[in-house]
């Protein structure tokens, strides 16, 4: 317990010293200056979030990139402040305002001791196996994404309708989830690896509710009107090959607006695809191509 403790409280030193070095700056590839900076955004629901933008005042489109998600609260006690900082990186050369929140419960606010009565805020839960709730964690993620672009715009530091919401793993199936509202404000999303209920115990291709999953992801599908990008790889051990274009073939049945793109394999794990700075030059074509259509 007092171990948990410590951890949580070292997050939070984390997340502070990171803060107190923010903002870097960093000169692109491309020569366009982009800055780095930690910011406390003060949502209905606070949370920090890693920033990378171009130099200047903007407005800038902006890309949300929505993180994974640990069942295991010493997990998210220790979760990266950014998974994906190359890619958002990559997202900010080319002009864009990249946000990637911090989900509560990790960092510093991954607290739980039930012996104690304490319990920190985590909405990513999907329950049991055996009746399993795909739909409103992903809501749930979506909502803090409204949010945000909400905030920014009242701030004047985006261009409104110029939004790109980009998700990996749980992540992306927020992004997905998105989708079904169709808000006016944002104008295409990308998925990497998207999904929930991936290695229940720990095993590999062991999908906790797949058919669930695949009905759910059809239900979304029936209102999302949004143009996506799905990329999944193919060694994927969470969510693979074929229970993805199950995925993919309920949603565009259903009526929604995705491209299915599935990668060769990469590395011993292709879940964790977009977090590698190697695999930018194998998905920044595809995604550059899918984005400049969206113009």
């Known amino acids: 317990m007092r171990q948990q403790t410590l951890r949580s409280l070292t997050a939070l030193l984390l997340f502070v010293c990171v803060g107190l070095i923010a903002p870097s700056h960093v000169v692109a590839a491309d020569d366009r200056p982009i800055q780095e900076e930690v910011w406390a955004l003060p949502l209905q629901l606070p949370m920090f979030a890693y920033v990378v933008r171009p130099v200047g005042d903007g407005p800038f489109p902006l890309v949300i990139m929505n993180h994974g998600v640990s069942l295991n609260p010493t997990d998210r006690s220790f979760f990266p402040l950014v998974e994906f900082r190359d890619a958002a990186k990559w997202f900010a050369r080319r002009g864009n305002f990249v946000v990637a929140p911090v989900g509560t419960g990790y960092g510093a606010s991954a607290i739980d001791i039930p012996e104690r009565g304490?319990?920190?805020?985590?909405?990513?839960?999907?329950?049991?196996?055996?009746?399993?709730?795909?739909?409103?964690?992903?809501?749930?993620?979506?909502?803090?994404?409204?949010?945000?672009?909400?905030?920014?715009?009242a701030e004047k530091r985006i261009v409104p309708k110029d939004v790109v919401v980009v998700g990996q793993s749980a992540g992306g199936w927020a992004s997905i989830a998105l989708s079904s509202f169709n808000p006016p404000q944002v104008k295409a999303s990308i998925v990497f690896a998207g999904g929930r209920g991936g290695r229940v115990g720990g095993l590999p291709n062991h999908n906790c509710a797949p058919d669930k999953l695949v009905a759910q992801t059809g239900e979304f599908g029936r209102t999302s009107r949004?143009?996506?990008?799905w990329i999944y790889i193919q060694n994927d051990t969470y969510f693979g090959p074929v229970l993805t274009k199950r995925m993919h073939e309920a949603f565009v049945a259903a009526g929604g607006n995705a491209e299915y793109h599935l990668m060769p394999l990469f590395g011993n794990e292709g879940h964790f695809f977009i977090g590698s700075p190697d695999a930018v030059p194998i998905w920044s074509p595809l995604v550059t191509k899918f984005l400049d259509a969206q113009k």
């Open 118 to 153: 304490i319990y920190g805020p985590f909405f990513s839960k999907v329950g049991k196996c055996t009746h399993p709730n795909f739909r409103d964690p992903g809501l749930a993620v979506a909502q803090v994404d409204l949010w945000i672009i909400d905030y920014l715009a």
């Open 226 to 229: 949004v143009p996506m990008l």
